[in-house]
């Protein structure tokens, strides 16, 4: 191989993982989601269908505005509007976005 294409997979390579370490972690999310969102939302695979993948995506958008008003005025508001939400709120999203009802997935956590 020459320099230039060696070069050149080097940094496919390295921007992969970097991808891979950046993103949320869908098990984690389910973790947050068993803690946090069960009580009130029912096991994991009932809550995640609540809303289509694209609608997850609206709620989680724009810093979770969406899902920190739907959450307004209900015991779970001091969650939503605190770090904890802050710092898992990606995993959460992750995780309600690939068991969306419309995803044909289910997850395991029940």
Request: hydrophobic share 35%; charged share 20%.
């Amino acid at each position: 191989m020459t320099k230039s294409t060696s070069l050149l997979l080097a940094t496919v390579v390295a921007f992969g993982m970097m991808a891979t370490t950046a993103s949320a972690d869908i098990k984690k999310g389910s973790k947050s989601y068993l803690k946090t969102c069960k009580s009130c939302h029912g096991s994991g695979t009932k809550g995640a269908a609540m809303h289509t993948q694209a609608e997850w995506e609206e709620l989680f958008s724009n810093g979770a505005t969406g899902i920190i008003q739907k959450h307004a005025g209900t015991k779970a508001e001091p969650f939503f509007n605190g770090d904890a939400f802050k710092n898992s709120s990606q995993d959460l999203r992750d995780f309600l976005f690939e068991y969306g009802s419309d995803s044909g997935n289910v997850p395991s956590c029940g």
